[in-house]
């Protein structure tokens, strides 16, 4: 497989360097558009500041409703259900699939070969926790399930030809 996977990232490289190769040899000496960049130039001026502040406005928009719960000691002495997960090239194990809604779930991830990030979806696909899955590092993640429902988890660090194919599910089901 690996095999495989070299030998169409090499075959990309090469196309790529040979349309590189033609554009570069195909190209003259630019010609002077003072005209054009006199106008563009100020519009230029404008655009930074609108960049700018659009940033900044974004920006805090989007940071302020902060999506994670505290990581810290938020849910300290509380009684957690342990989930182990590993990420692989392209696959994810987990020790268990199935957790209950209303109790910490702890999820102590880690990667078995390169990063992957590990993604938890809601059954309208929408990101409900997310952590990075580093060999060498287990990252401990803390997420409260208020649904019951098919999860899915899902890679969200590119990390080779079938990333997209790391799909897991992850059953949540009503405390009784
Ligand atoms: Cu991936």
């Known amino acids: 497989m690996q095999t495989t996977v070299w030998f169409i990232t090499l075959v990309g490289v090469a196309l790529l360097a040979a349309v590189f190769y033609y554009v570069i040899s195909n190209s003259q000496t630019p010609e002077d558009y003072s005209s054009v960049q006199q106008k563009w130039y100020r519009f230029r001026h404008k655009w930074f500041y609108f960049i700018a502040i659009f940033g900044i406005v974004v920006t805090l928009a989007t940071l302020i ?16 259900q342990v989930v182990d997960v590993s990420g692989h090239q392209w696959y994810w194990t987990m020790s ?10 702890a999820f102590y991830v880690t990667g078995a070969d390169v990063n992957h990030g590990f993604g938890v979806y809601d059954e309208n696909l929408k990101l ?13 993640l803390i997420h409260i399930f208020d649904q019951p429902g098919k999860y899915r988890i899902l890679c969200l660090e590119y990390c080779g030809l079938a990333h997209h194919a790391m799909i897991a599910e992850l059953k949540v089901e009503a405390a009784s």
């Open 128 to 140: 409900v926790a997310q952590v990075q899955a580093m060999p060498g590092y287990t990252n401990k």
């Open 65 to 80: 409703p902060f999506p994670l719960p505290s990581q810290d000691a938020a849910y300290a002495g509380e009684d957690y």
């Open 96 to 105: 268990t699939d199935t957790v209950v809604t209303g109790k910490p779930v």
